[in-house]
């Protein structure tokens, strides 16, 4: 009667990242039913988050070859619902397992189209993810002046942003 599918949603997907975080993987469990839950009541935000998250956790926890159709799907889902932030935000995710997979030049044309759309909404957090992936993969293939300037100017609105998580990236990729 209150129409709380989307909080409840929401409360599964925190309580299944705090447990993950804790080392309980039943935290897997509560990820699970958030994205089926979201699925189920149509909630758009909150099922592409579901995506995100659960993709996130299986690729650290059964690998990374586990999350890339998740992710795979995550998107599809986000751009079917116009929901361009997390559209972006699943593909920069995915990023992450591309990389671990060795999948380099799928993760630099993934990132060079992120990267391009930054340009038009100026958004750090998904850029800075974009732009370290692909700079990873330049350090590694001997581009290391490409890879500074691509990470270098992301500095400033790192530090900016005030999320120690993408300051983070940021700041070992500058080094």
Known sequence: RLDLGPAIVRAL???GVARVDLDDLGGLDDLRE???LGLELGAGL????A???LADFLSLVEGPGSSI????EGIEFAERRGLD???YWLRQSKLFPLFDLGRWDELVTLAEQILAWQRATDETQIMAGAAVHKAAVLVR???VVEARSLVSPLLEPA???GNPQVLAKVLAYAA
């Open 34 to 36: 958030a994205l089926r």
């Open 159 to 161: 530090r900016n942003l």
């Open 85 to 87: 932030h997390y559209f």
């Open 141 to 143: 293939r001997g581009a």
């Open 69 to 72: 159709d998740l992710f795979d």
């Open 51 to 53: 995506y995100n998250n």
């Open 46 to 49: 909150e099922t592409a988050v």
């Open 13 to 15: 997907l925190t309580r």
